[in-house]
């Protein structure tokens, strides 16, 4: 089992400067903006990884909605809804959060994350 990690606050523009190489790669669709609202909206939660998935994983694809993975044991609504909200005081782009427990997933989430191609961005 992989550590959970803690983002912690002053980490906000590290974790901005690591989208960037991945951004630079194709590896995630994510303008300026949408990159610092993500940062801040996962400042300091306790998290396995923070991943993108969908779309934005996709660099011949075109606009889109944010689908972001978080692997925790923190409660799902709660982390989702904080997400969430946190993204769009920053920016107005639609986003989706799909929080799983890393060490609780029923059989359909697991065949869901196989289904997935996904970026970790954290």
Avoid: N
């Avoid at 803690?6 to 994510?30: D, H, K, N, W, Y």
């Avoid at 107005?92 to 191609?117: G, K, M, Y």
Wanted: proline share 6%; glycine share 4%.
């Amino acid at each position: 089992m992989a550590h959970a990690v803690t983002i912690p606050p002053q980490s906000t523009a590290s974790f901005e400067r690591s989208l960037r190489p991945l951004r630079s790669a194709g590896l995630v669709r994510l303008d300026d903006v949408e990159a610092a609202a993500l940062a801040a909206a996962v400042d300091g939660i306790v998290a396995e990884s923070v991943e993108l998935f969908g779309s934005r994983t996709d660099p011949a694809s075109r606009g889109g909605d944010i689908d972001v993975l978080i692997l925790t044991s923190a409660p799902r609504f709660e982390t989702s809804r904080c997400v969430s909200s946190r993204f769009f005081m920053h920016c107005e782009e639609r986003i989706d959060v799909v929080v799983l427990d890393p060490d609780r997933r029923t059989p359909a989430e697991d065949a869901f994350l196989q289904s997935l191609r996904r970026v970790r961005i954290t």
